[in-house]
Structure formats: C-alpha cells, structure tokens
C-alpha cells in the first residue's frame, strides 16, 4: 500500500490539530486541553502552574543577568571584583531555594499520579487491544459480550492513497475518524485494559488526560470519568510508533448519557443474537 509524504505528516500533524467544529475536544492547538475529566483538568492545573513558576524562575535569571550586563559594563568603567570567591551564605542560598521550588512542584504532582492510578469503584471495564493497525473493544461489566473492532474510515483511507485525487480537505476528520468508535457513558467511572497482540501502541485521547502503552505479554489500565453533560466525540490517536501505517491509527470516543449507552448495549446484543428485541441490561452502571 501506497501513501503520499503529505499524507504521512498529515497523520503526524493531525494529533495536535483537531476540527473543533466538528468535535467536543477542547484543545485550541496552542496548549494542553483542559478536557472533560478531573484527570485532565488537574493535569492542566499542574501544566501551568509549573509553567509560571518556570515563567518567573526566568525572569528572575534573565532579569539579573541583562541588568549585569547593562549595569557593570567595562565601557562604563566597571572593574571586576576578584576577591570574592566563595560565599557559604549565598551556597546555601541557591540550594535551599531549588529545593523548595521542586518540593512545590513535586507534591502536587505526586498526588496526581496516585489517582491516576486508583482503579477503584470502575463502572465499567473495557478490554483494548491494539493491532496493526486497529483497536479491537471487547465490554465487560454491564455492557459484557459487546465485542468489535475499530479501523480508520474508509473516506480517509481512500484519501490518504497515492494519486487518489481526493483532496484530503474535503474528508471531514481526515484521518481521525473510524468506522466504529468506543462508545462510553458519561459520569461513570471507565476502565480500560490495554494489552497488544503484535507491537507496542499507546491509547491516547488528550481531553481525557489519558495515555498508556498497550504491550504484547502485558496489561496496562488507566481510567477516565466524563463529566456529565460533556457528551460528544472526542478523538485522539495511537502515540507509539508501531509500524508503516502508525499514523492511520485513530481513537474516537462517542460519550453519551447512561441512558443513551444502555440502548445502545442493547442494540449490540439484539444485532448479535440476531433478534429484534434484546435483553434489557440489567446490571446497573456504577456512578459514583
């Protein structure tokens, strides 16, 4: 298979310049998103908190080295003082400060990662596989026995060909659509188990403040809780190199209410059991 340099860099490009328009993601391409999850709010809070302490760390350095440079010029008839050459008060100075700033920094983000980590009180679990080059979905919990997988849509690939003569502009969501997204309900508690069955991929969607490897041999979980009233299409992509078609490796994400999310388990069941009615999900999702 075929594809165009432009199309590669667009694949490349395309994580960081989502269509707002056409989506709910909430990145304006110029800094991290601020999401729809405690996860990812709290990851932005983080981000820009270190940003200004950075900010003001370079201020405080580029300030005092400009007004050096200014201020003790040799054209100003500035002489330099040799006798000064060590100082325990100004050692001790400029260690302690550093400390202090990372201490700062390092508490917050500690305790970030802790939830991060906390797969507690889940509503429910999906199994996420990655492939060469697709996601497959298998639902346990309330949505158990709902199992597919999820390719890039057929638009954009017959787009992405060489010598296609299709103007990737005109595909809505070149390269970020597929033909069968996750669908998750919002406010319930989600976890994902990735694992792999040929190389290492990473499930990435920015506005939840969720990224992990899926590894051959390995589990992984990480969990996301959509606000309510956040439903919509969140996107993101596969963020390990694995392989010629990397980045045709989309991940869409259709939120919706919990009512909404139990027809639609019920539907997958009746379409598979080959039914016109399905069996009513019975087992409540778990809100908190």
Not at 16 to 22: I, K, Q, S
Not at 27 to 34: F, R, V
């Amino acid at each position: 298979m075929r594809v165009t340099r432009a199309s590669v860099f667009t694949a490349s490009a395309g994580a960081f310049c989502w269509n707002a328009a056409a989506s709910a993601n909430t990145s304006n391409g110029y800094n991290l998103p601020e999401g729809v999850t405690s996860l990812s709010r709290a990851m932005f809070a983080l981000h820009m908190e270190v940003f200004w302490i950075c900010v003001g760390i370079a201020v405080v350095v580029f300030g005092a080295m400009i007004y050096s440079l200014l201020k003790f010029r040799q054209s100003r008839g500035a002489i330099p003082d040799t006798s000064m050459v060590h100082s325990t008060k100004v050692e001790i100075i400029w260690t302690i400060v550093p400390v202090i700033i990372l201490v700062v920094m390092a508490v917050p983000a500690a305790d970030l990662i802790l939830k991060q980590e906390d797969m507690r009180d889940s509503g429910l679990t999906i199994k996420v596989t990655g492939y060469q080059w697709k996601w497959q979905y298998s639902y346990m919990d309330a949505a158990d026995g709902v199992n597919f997988f999820s390719t890039l849509k057929q638009d954009s690939n017959f787009a992405r060909q060489l010598d296609s003569g299709i103007d990737p502009h005109s595909v809505p969501n070149y390269l970020l659509d597929v033909d069968k997204p996750l669908i998750v309900p919002s406010g319930v508690k989600v976890r994902l188990l990735l694992t792999s069955m040929d190389v290492i991929h990473a499930w990435w969607v920015p506005d939840f403040g969720a990224k992990r490897s899926a590894i051959p041999g390995f589990v992984n979980e990480i969990w996301f809780k959509v606000d309510a009233g956040k439903e919509g299409i969140y996107r993101g992509q596969c963020a390990a190199l694995c392989g010629r078609d990397h980045g045709y490796m989309p991940v869409v994400v259709d939120v919706r209410t919990p009512e909404q999310f139990k027809e639609w388990v019920d539907a997958q069941r009746a379409a598979a059991a080959g039914v016109g009615t399905a069996t009513p999900a019975t087992t409540a999702l778990n809100l908190h």
